[in-house]
């Protein structure tokens, strides 16, 4: 070791060796027998002398574990099964007339006289086996390319709050200041994959023109893959115009690589309504990325049972999903599960419950089934960042990613049930999806690192501290959080007994004023800019509110 | 629905109703058309109007999920054969004279002159044969009575902390009222299953009759099965006495059945020192539950590499479980995982990381190919109840869970490493337990749960509120958290902006103040208080601290 290696202190080992053991003053000896390492008392963090937070490199986890089946093989196709009657016997109402249309001439029983659509299962199940088992999202930047389906993962920022919150200024309602801090934040957390939406609602810009400014931003002020609202066609056209200028492609090439997507949410129980409807019509016919996504809370719009309200789900994510392969077949399109419960003694909607978590995972079976890509989210209900927070968001990413999530809505910055998003959350959340992403590192198992020959080195009683094998691999091998507080009590006392959400408020700062724009073409810029302020002299898109 | 019924208000659901799309008014007329319910802002929940907490009842959740395994079947039989070449090649050091001895005479290499002992494999891998794959331990009340094993899952308290904390007191060294009232609680929440050490160590108990004292209040102010420190022979069986007299059997029904259990940890690297191995002499013998934990922190006690330190530990468990099995064939004993890492940049121990929880996975794959009962623990290195101890904790409980843990240690108050217990802690992780145990409840999947007649009742827009199949079923659908606070925001700021922790703190007051002993027959109590009191009279154990 030179005298320029970073040093490998020891001084706060001892306290805790003894995890199990009764208490017994600290063996020192073991740390004192780490001579020769400079010593610093309790392990200060790097950004806590003014650098940024170390992150993992940009890059997509994969899940190479199984995922966790929560019912059995049987109960699936049960499940499966009561979809299908749902949509064979019930039907479900489609709020649009060209979406009825196409689906009658695809076979699908529209009644006369009414939204009230029915299809006999085959033809579900033959038209859902033409949609794609993995899709390529296109960034304008191409190394952020996103392949959604298979083992990959890829986390989302947080969408569609109306309110947001930070440390200094309160809980407030949704602007464009803070819409642009959150999507500057969202580009600088590599572990954020893409900008699931507007991270906070800009109420500030007027509706008819929100879309072309709020892409805008989206587009400028981050390189990652963007969503569009499906809020009347016309939106949708104007996202899609926008992000084709931005990566600089042609038209034809914008429709075979998925460039946008949109996430349609059915009005659960059994309503696709038409701005959804006219979202997939748009997208799907362009070859863009749809994800069916039911908000079916159990007691509320779905059944109370689980079983029920999954197989209400799975009927309209199907229906869905059929919806996108009569407009293209093979569009792409992703099976979203959103199922939560309500707290039955309030009504109030839960996230992060024992029940999420198991609805996550089933939807997740119920994906694979079909062969699609798998959307789940990090949920919480808390109103401050507080455990309940930490809490609920682990248990809702144990649900994602254990049930074989390929595309986490919500990722990072997600509180309140939506209701608000947080500066300080979205730090905090970035730390739990790298924790996620380490976890799903492989251990590798070959001479090197089974260590025998350190092993041996050491001995019984030694310490691994100042071999060979430890000095070679030490600055790496193991995950390095940006929040977790690992120093000694005394030290932690002695900085202010910082906590989580502080911390997370620090690096908030910190990365918005080390934040720098993408690098992107000034023409590129101009003709967005341009496309804008054209379409805001047209009038954008005209709003009856 | 009878006026007598408890009201199913729907105020507080439509704010989140909308959580993909973008932010618009809340859309009133699903919570309008839940006519004749009545409203309740916000949602009370029930321990605000001075009610204990609602708690599951007693019993223990059952993995019905296949565990997660992090490396391949040859990857696993790698890291064993790296294990077996530890015992075999380097082994490792007994620092007990009659274990040696012990070992010797069933054909182990001891070392002349040395307290190096090495292992055949084929020796190992026919003693590890005799350990039972499940072990049944008995409390001194039948029904709290634990399997350990198959797909059985236990939760203990916190155990071993040096200090304690509460939001009233702060942090303060251990003594007997704290730990007194630890026990209490720990009794009084029904998911800790059992009382997994001293909670927090009374150190105002002298040592020389700590174990008397302690071991009294565990078994007279709880009726769970408990642990005995192994500080030496005679502390082993004061404590095994004193469980047979809580018991009210006699010595050989004692040694049929396991009543009580020590935690072995081996002082990594490679050594058992002697207090431990006549933990397991005195323990094994009389067929009480032995579990072995190696405590290998990589890049500190173990190699730097998860590969290396997990065969590591594997080397060290399986030793001690042939240890235990040369004492006695079939003597019950647990494979333990305890495999963290250290911060490389100060030395600091952590848990609940990306390599914990993966560790944690392994251990139980390991465990499970030799038919061990697994146990795993509920860590945080957190110094406060913020989000960090909760996200700690909660990966903890993933590794541990999906890892195929069957006796999870610290599962309740586990703090700073281990530094502290903490009681809002110990109630907070109560709740973790109760999500996770409610996780682990099946999806019931019937034609009652598919609830088609239900969902055909509704149909497309309508609502489940009060239709017949929610109303039967509400009131036990879902878990019922004690602490998660889902008010909306507006009746939260109202209530004073609670956080997690400090709701637990209410709780940990509300169940004190409501806590009754455990009934106990007077005879044994005072049989109890006489052995207790002779053995104070004889010196207890001598200590030369």
Known sequence: MTTDDPALPAAALAPAASA????????????????????????????????????????????????????????????HDASLRILEEFGMDFLDAEARELLRAAGAQVEAGSQRVRFERAMVLERIRTAPATVLLHARNPERHLTVGGNAIAF??????????????GRRVGNRADYRNLIRL????HIVHFIAGYPVEPIDIHPSIRHLDATYDALTLSDKAIHA????????????????IARGVDEATLEREPSIFTIINSSSPLRLDG???????????????????????AGAMAPVTLAGAVAQQNAEALAGVVMTQVVRPGAPVAYGGFTSNVDMQSGAPAFGTPEYMRTAMLGGQLARRYGLPYRSSNVSAANSLDAQAAYESVFSLWGAIMGGANFVMHGAGWMEGGLHAGFEKMVLDAELLQMVAAFLDPIVVDEETLALDAIREVGPGGH?????HTQARFRTAFHRPMISDWRNYESWQEAGSPEAAGKAGRIVKELLAAYKPPAIDPAIEEELAAFVARRTAEGGVPTDY
């Open 20 to 79: 199990d053991a009764p208490a017994t003053p600290a063996p020192a000896t073991e740390v004192e027998a780490a001579g020769g390492l400079r010593r610093r008392r309790g392990g200060r963090v790097e950004h806590e002398r003014n650098r940024l937070p170390i992150q993992r490199p940009w890059a997509q986890p994969t899940l190479r574990y199984a995922p966790t089946e929560v019912v059995s093989a049987d109960e699936l196709e049960s499940i």
């Open 156 to 169: 989302g920022s947080v969408a569609s709050a109306p309110n947001v919150f930070d440390l200094d200024g």
């Open 186 to 189: 969202a580009q600088s957390l």
């Open 229 to 244: 609202y499906s809020l009347g066609r016309q939106r949708n056209r104007d996202c899609l115009e926008m992000v084709r």
């Open 275 to 297: 701005p959804m409807l006219q979202g997939i019509l748009e997208f799907s016919s362009r070859g863009q990325f749809v994800v069916m996504t039911p908000f079916t809370l």
């Open 464 to 468: 691994f501290f100042g071999v060979a």
